[in-house]
């Protein structure tokens, strides 16, 4: 935007965006106010609409960009005209009144907070604020909002404050924190409103949650009454009991913290808080009955907050129940787990999985304790809790079909994965034998007495039972042969989804029935009948394929069965993914087979897959994306079968028995890449598929290389598909470091280089292309790992690194991990000796490039990491650094110094970034390294002080 626009077409477009029925007005109006706010003008417009106050809109967009510009633009304003915007911020929020809208007072207060965190001439702007409008109670209302969100901002990741400016801010919280509490008791007395009430205990939970209030101030227990007096009060509104809940949650929480700081003296938790936990316990139990009472009242919101409590509440006690539960006694405490329980026990499973990161805890601590004893003592718990998720996993009795996917499908899921952490407690087979008696109209999960079992229940059972088959000991010959015998004689009738969760469990037995041979036949009669029944299919696929996986010597016999099974594939009820397991399976058992019927059977299997395609090539049918028409389809299969047919061919000479089938695929694919070379979807999985052939063959792949290399090369200079680059980077890995095919492969990377660096110097090309930046330079470090002095000799490096330079900032994780492995690959080739004589040469190379681009190496690293990178991507940064010290700590330690020089000395809001001291410690720090950790700590302590 070249020059400030007038009020009035402002006014416009805001009324367009809120008002106009065209949807195309709308996105206009849209783009255009988006394109204001990130101007300059856009500060002073936001401030004269919010003095003007002509209607709604128009104040929501005004105090919404003046805290959009104050979190994301801050450093466009000078330094001398932070007065003048706070002054004009507290002029806005004294003329808010009850009428102002929500939304409007939120923003204006975000607004006043990003402001007060960033001015560093601000100095007491909390003690400011309570003096201003503390006394009016009209007033309250904005006082407590701005209270509130200063401490929730610190944080923030938006706002480069920077970790000497957070210190500085945190200190001046805490410091007034005291002033806080009183002012919010002051209000207590003042006031009776519930919405006051409601923004206290928020204004409250927001300054403990960053300790800025201690646990143990003499006016902390004022709130904490109130808050439950709030809870205990079955009367309560929803809006009230949420904060009133969240208040007790974060205290707990920062008990947990606090609780592990001990008494120099005793060894154990100050006297104080040792006196607050037990407090918070007698207070939290009292909630039974108020719990109990939003049950019977079906009130599922203040049912959440009670159970997030107890679950916090079992939290904060997990160690001190565990140390304390010694010898055969128990702790008192241990009384959370059953309150734990009783939300386990709740008719909603949304309740439920609230407390399943408590049983994760529990059953990780056990686990490192590996004590019986101690074990022991917690059965009796997670009984109840697998008997609880077992009956919160049952179907409603009404339901015909299948388990659909739905949230209740994924809390299925989720109980899944629980149940296999914390069956250890109480034994697999226990629990299996427990489910078992279910089934039999024994007892039910929970107990009780069943004498005819109904079908929900009984599926609940088996999924249970699916959970833990796998920890199931092989020699077991108790109950798992009554069980597998119980789902060969299932009737016909059987509900269908009791027969899918039965099928599921077999494939989970896996193991035993590679233990037990004689069962393996009926099963697969079974699976097979399955195959054919719809609903069942999938199941039987999926069982089909583990069975393969874990008994392929015993279904070696069966291949033939097998080859059938993948041949009439299509004719299954079964889905794409399943169909491909299915053959992955059969791929798998293949490889058990002589070498002849390994060739003659791999080029069936594969022309059951390749015979579609070449119907529709021949008959050039549109492509119907997921259907049979979609060569995608048939690609994948094809993909699976040589992926998963692993052989390992000795001597080199002999012919692969996979390559008569590979020779015979290449035509195919070679037309599939040249029909469809226009979609970038089917080129990257035709080039997944010949991938996995090449890793099949390995080296037997040679006489293929040539025509490979020549076509994909006019594909990508026509279409500049990444996945070209990347299948080259297969072709380097296996072929690379052999002479003969070296020069025919640089020439492809050089014919690469052209149209790739075409699009990456493009207005925002890395950006745009992640996925090439990815695959070039995992070209380029798989040449350097097998054939580095002749492409450190190719006339392109210099353009290479130039581009890897430029790449160093780019926030992508998968292409910025590419970019960083090939510098740690070159400079590794230019320190590892293996072979003396070419060591020399590269050694040479690499120091050439260092001379001239180390500087800028280290400079780019660096500014990348405070500025543009994602805090996970480090540790890739640290390993460029430390590879660099290892070949010259006094060169890193030069170009180093001269990097840190070039980092702003002041964050937006004029104070200082980083310390002369912490410069020099940065510096040292790293330079002495001697581990990649070290200094990945080091980086993450530097861009702190400018984040």
Same mark, same amino acid.
Request: overall charge negative; glycine content about 4%.
């Given at each position: 935007?070249?020059?400030?626009?007038?009020?009035?077409?402002?006014?416009?477009?805001?009324?367009?965006?809120?008002?106009?029925?065209?949807?195309?007005?709308?996105?206009?109006?849209?783009?255009?106010?988006?394109?204001?706010?990130?101007?300059?003008?856009?500060?002073?417009?936001?401030?004269?609409?919010?003095?003007?106050?002509?209607?709604?809109?128009?104040?929501?967009?005004?105090?919404?960009?003046?805290?959009?510009?104050?979190?994301?633009?801050?450093?466009?304003?000078?330094?001398?005209?932070?007065?003048?915007?706070?002054?004009?911020?507290?002029?806005?929020?004294?003329?808010?009144?009850?009428?102002?809208?929500?939304?409007?007072?939120?923003?204006?207060?975000?607004?006043?907070?990003?402001?007060?965190?960033?001015?560093?001439?601000?100095?007491?702007?909390?003690?400011?604020?309570?003096?201003?409008?503390?006394?009016?109670?009209?007033?309250?209302?904005?006082?407590?909002?701005?209270?509130?969100?200063?401490?929730?901002?610190?944080?923030?990741?938006?706002?480069?404050?920077?970790?000497?400016?957070?210190?500085?801010?945190?200190?001046?919280?805490?410091?007034?924190?005291?002033?806080?509490?009183?002012?919010?008791?002051?209000?207590?007395?003042?006031?009776?409103?519930?919405?006051?009430?409601?923004?206290?205990?928020?204004?409250?939970?927001?300054?403990?949650?960053?300790?800025?209030?201690?646990?143990?101030?003499?006016?902390?227990?004022?709130?904490?009454?109130?808050?439950?007096?709030?809870?205990?009060?079955?009367?309560?509104?929803?809006?009230?009991?949420?904060?009133?809940?969240?208040?007790?949650?974060?205290?707990?929480?920062?008990?947990?913290?606090?609780?592990?700081?001990?008494?120099?003296?005793?060894?154990?938790?100050?006297?104080?808080?040792?006196?607050?936990?037990?407090?918070?316990?007698?207070?939290?139990?009292?909630?039974?009955?108020?719990?109990?009472?939003?049950?019977?009242?079906?009130?599922?919101?203040?049912?959440?907050?009670?159970?997030?409590?107890?679950?916090?509440?079992?939290?904060?006690?997990?160690?001190?129940?565990?140390?304390?539960?010694?010898?055969?006694?128990?702790?008192?405490?241990?009384?959370?787990?059953?309150?734990?329980?009783?939300?386990?026990?709740?008719?909603?499973?949304?309740?439920?999985?609230?407390?399943?990161?408590?049983?994760?805890?529990?059953?990780?601590?056990?686990?490192?304790?590996?004590?019986?004893?101690?074990?022991?003592?917690?059965?009796?718990?997670?009984?109840?809790?697998?008997?609880?998720?077992?009956?919160?996993?049952?179907?409603?009795?009404?339901?015909?079909?299948?388990?659909?996917?739905?949230?209740?499908?994924?809390?299925?899921?989720?109980?899944?994965?629980?149940?296999?952490?914390?069956?250890?407690?109480?034994?697999?087979?226990?629990?299996?034998?427990?489910?078992?008696?279910?089934?039999?109209?024994?007892?039910?999960?929970?107990?009780?007495?069943?004498?005819?079992?109904?079908?929900?229940?009984?599926?609940?059972?088996?999924?249970?039972?699916?959970?833990?088959?796998?920890?199931?000991?092989?020699?077991?010959?108790?109950?798992?042969?009554?069980?597998?015998?119980?789902?060969?004689?299932?009737?016909?009738?059987?509900?269908?989804?009791?027969?899918?969760?039965?099928?599921?469990?077999?494939?989970?037995?896996?193991?035993?029935?590679?233990?037990?041979?004689?069962?393996?036949?009926?099963?697969?009669?079974?699976?097979?009948?399955?195959?054919?029944?719809?609903?069942?299919?999938?199941?039987?696929?999926?069982?089909?394929?583990?069975?393969?996986?874990?008994?392929?010597?015993?279904?070696?016999?069966?291949?033939?069965?097998?080859?059938?099974?993948?041949?009439?594939?299509?004719?299954?009820?079964?889905?794409?993914?399943?169909?491909?397991?299915?053959?992955?399976?059969?791929?798998?058992?293949?490889?058990?087979?002589?070498?002849?019927?390994?060739?003659?059977?791999?080029?069936?299997?594969?022309?059951?897959?390749?015979?579609?395609?070449?119907?529709?090539?021949?008959?050039?049918?549109?492509?119907?994306?997921?259907?049979?028409?979609?060569?995608?389809?048939?690609?994948?299969?094809?993909?699976?079968?040589?992926?998963?047919?692993?052989?390992?061919?000795?001597?080199?000479?002999?012919?692969?028995?996979?390559?008569?089938?590979?020779?015979?695929?290449?035509?195919?694919?070679?037309?599939?890449?040249?029909?469809?070379?226009?979609?970038?979807?089917?080129?990257?999985?035709?080039?997944?598929?010949?991938?996995?052939?090449?890793?099949?063959?390995?080296?037997?792949?040679?006489?293929?290389?040539?025509?490979?290399?020549?076509?994909?090369?006019?594909?990508?200079?026509?279409?500049?598909?990444? &996945?070209? +680059?990347?299948?080259? =980077?297969?072709?380097?890995? %296996?072929?690379? *470091?052999? #002479?003969?095919?070296?020069?025919?492969? /640089?020439?492809?990377?050089?014919?690469?280089?052209?149209?790739?660096?075409?699009?990456?110097?493009?207005?925002?090309?890395?950006?745009?292309?992640?996925?090439?930046?990815?695959?070039?330079?995992?070209?380029?470090?798989?040449?350097?790992?097998?054939?580095?002095?002749?492409?450190?000799?190719?006339?392109?490096?210099?353009?290479?690194?130039? &581009?890897? +330079?430029?790449?160093? =900032?780019?926030?992508?994780? %998968?292409?910025? *991990?590419? #970019?960083?492995?090939?510098?740690?690959? /070159?400079?590794?080739?230019?320190?590892?000796?293996?072979?003396?004589?070419?060591?020399?040469?590269?050694?040479?190379?690499?120091?050439?490039?260092?001379?001239?681009?180390?500087?800028?190496?280290?400079?780019?690293?660096?500014?990348?990491?405070?500025?543009?990178?994602?805090?996970?991507?480090?540790?890739?940064?640290?390993?460029?650094?430390?590879?660099?010290?290892?070949?010259?700590?006094?060169?890193?330690? %030069?170009?180093?110094?001269?990097?840190?020089?070039?980092?702003?000395?002041?964050?937006?809001?004029?104070?200082?970034?980083?310390?002369?001291?912490?410069?020099?410690?940065?510096?040292?720090?790293?330079?002495?390294?001697?581990?990649?950790?070290?200094?990945?700590?080091?980086?993450?302590?530097?861009?702190?002080?400018?984040?």
């Amino acid at each position: 935007m070249d020059s400030a626009p007038s009020l009035e077409t402002v006014y416009q477009a805001v009324y367009s965006l809120y008002n106009n029925p065209n949807p195309s007005e709308k996105e206009r109006a849209s783009q255009w106010l988006g394109e204001l706010q990130k101007s300059v003008y856009a500060w002073k417009v936001a401030d004269e609409m919010l003095q003007q106050k002509k209607d709604l809109e128009s104040c929501y967009f005004a105090a919404q960009t003046m805290r959009t510009k104050i979190q994301l633009s801050f450093h466009e304003l000078p330094v001398v005209s932070h007065i003048s915007l706070r002054d004009s911020l507290l002029d806005h929020i004294s003329q808010i009144n009850k009428n102002t809208d929500t939304v409007i007072v939120t923003q204006l207060c975000l607004a006043l907070g990003d402001l007060i965190l960033q001015m560093g001439s601000w100095r007491e702007p909390v003690m400011d604020l309570i003096q201003k409008f503390g006394d009016s109670v009209g007033s309250l209302w904005p006082l407590l909002e701005i209270l509130t969100v200063l401490p929730e901002e610190v944080n923030s990741r938006f706002l480069r404050l920077g970790a000497n400016r957070r210190q500085q801010i945190t200190s001046n919280l805490t410091n007034n924190g005291e002033a806080v509490l009183e002012f919010l008791t002051t209000c207590l007395k003042k006031v009776d409103d519930v919405q006051i009430y409601i923004r206290i205990l928020r204004c409250f939970t927001s300054w403990i949650t960053i300790q800025a209030i201690s646990l143990t101030a003499p006016l902390f227990t004022n709130i904490v009454t109130l808050a439950f007096e709030v809870l205990q009060n079955n009367m309560t509104g929803s809006q009230l009991h949420e904060p009133a809940a969240d208040c007790i949650s974060v205290i707990l929480q920062i008990l947990q913290k606090d609780i592990s700081i001990k008494d120099p003296n005793t060894g154990d938790p100050t006297v104080q808080l040792q006196q607050l936990q037990l407090d918070l316990f007698s207070r939290i139990v009292t909630l039974e009955q108020a719990y109990h009472l939003s049950v019977a009242h079906e009130d599922i919101d203040k049912s959440i907050n009670y159970c997030r409590i107890f679950t916090e509440l079992a939290e904060t006690f997990l160690e001190t129940i565990i140390n304390g539960s010694m010898n055969g006694k128990q702790h008192y405490a241990i009384k959370s787990l059953n309150f734990a329980l009783f939300c386990v026990g709740h008719y909603d499973y949304e309740v439920a999985q609230i407390t399943f990161n408590l049983w994760y805890r529990l059953s990780e601590l056990l686990y490192q304790r590996n004590d019986d004893d101690l074990t022991s003592v917690f059965k009796p718990y997670i009984e109840r809790l697998i008997g609880a998720l077992c009956r919160h996993c049952q179907m409603e009795p009404d339901h015909l079909g299948l388990i659909e996917e739905d949230g209740f499908a994924d809390f299925r899921m989720r109980v899944f994965e629980l149940i296999k952490d914390v069956v250890f407690v109480v034994g697999s087979s226990h629990c299996f034998r427990q489910m078992f008696s279910t089934l039999t109209g024994g007892h039910g999960p929970q107990g009780q007495t069943i004498t005819v079992p109904t079908w929900d229940l009984i599926e609940a059972a088996l999924f249970v039972m699916q959970a833990v088959a796998k920890n199931i000991l092989p020699e077991e010959n108790d109950v798992v042969p009554k069980v597998v015998e119980a789902i060969l004689n299932l009737p016909a009738n059987t509900h269908i989804a009791v027969r899918c969760t039965s099928i599921l469990l077999l494939g989970e037995l896996c193991e035993w029935i590679n233990s037990h041979p004689q069962s393996l036949e009926p099963i697969l009669n079974l699976l097979l009948t399955c195959l054919s029944q719809q609903g069942l299919g999938n199941a039987a696929s999926n069982a089909l394929q583990s069975i393969c996986t874990a008994c392929p010597k015993h279904m070696s016999s069966h291949f033939q069965g097998l080859l059938q099974i993948a041949r009439s594939v299509d004719n299954f009820a079964i889905s794409n993914d399943s169909a491909i397991g299915i053959l992955k399976g059969v791929a798998k058992i293949l490889t058990r087979l002589s070498k002849d019927e390994i060739e003659i059977s791999m080029k069936e299997l594969c022309w059951f897959q390749a015979r579609p395609m070449c119907h529709l090539l021949e008959d050039r049918v549109p492509v119907e994306r997921g259907g049979k028409s979609d060569p995608v389809l048939w690609l994948d299969r094809l993909a699976a079968i040589f992926r998963n047919v692993t052989l390992q061919i000795n001597d080199s000479n002999d012919t692969h028995p996979c390559q008569a089938a590979a020779n015979e695929m290449w035509p195919v694919l070679s037309n599939i890449y040249t029909t469809y070379q226009h979609d970038s979807r089917i080129m990257e999985r035709c080039c997944r598929c010949l991938r996995f052939i090449v890793r099949c063959l390995g080296k037997h792949f040679a006489h293929l290389l040539e025509p490979l290399v020549k076509q994909i090369v006019q594909l990508y200079a026509a279409h500049q598909h990444s &996945c070209f +680059l990347y299948l080259g =980077s297969i072709l380097v890995d %296996v072929f690379g *470091s052999d #002479v003969e095919y070296v020069s025919g492969l /640089l020439g492809m990377l050089e014919a690469f280089i052209g149209p790739t660096f075409t699009i990456l110097q493009e207005t925002d090309g890395l950006k745009n292309h992640p996925d090439t930046v990815d695959d070039l330079f995992r070209l380029c470090a798989r040449f350097l790992q097998t054939s580095p002095i002749l492409f450190l000799h190719a006339p392109m490096i210099n353009s290479i690194l130039d &581009c890897a +330079l430029m790449a160093c =900032s780019l926030d992508h994780k %998968v292409a910025n *991990s590419s #970019v960083m492995k090939f510098f740690l690959d /070159l400079l590794y080739c230019g320190r590892n000796c293996e072979n003396q004589s070419d060591f020399t040469i590269r050694r040479q190379l690499v120091q050439d490039i260092l001379r001239e681009k180390g500087q800028t190496l280290v400079t780019r690293l660096l500014h990348s990491v405070v500025f543009s990178l994602s805090s996970y991507m480090m540790s890739d940064v640290a390993d460029v650094l430390g590879e660099l010290i290892l070949i010259s700590r006094e060169l890193t330690s %030069v170009w180093l110094e001269q990097a840190i020089k070039q980092m702003p000395v002041e964050n937006a809001g004029g104070s200082p970034a980083a310390t002369v001291e912490q410069l020099q410690e940065f510096h040292s720090v790293v330079c002495r390294a001697d581990y990649s950790y070290t200094v990945v700590e080091a980086l993450r302590n530097f861009t702190r002080l400018y984040r």
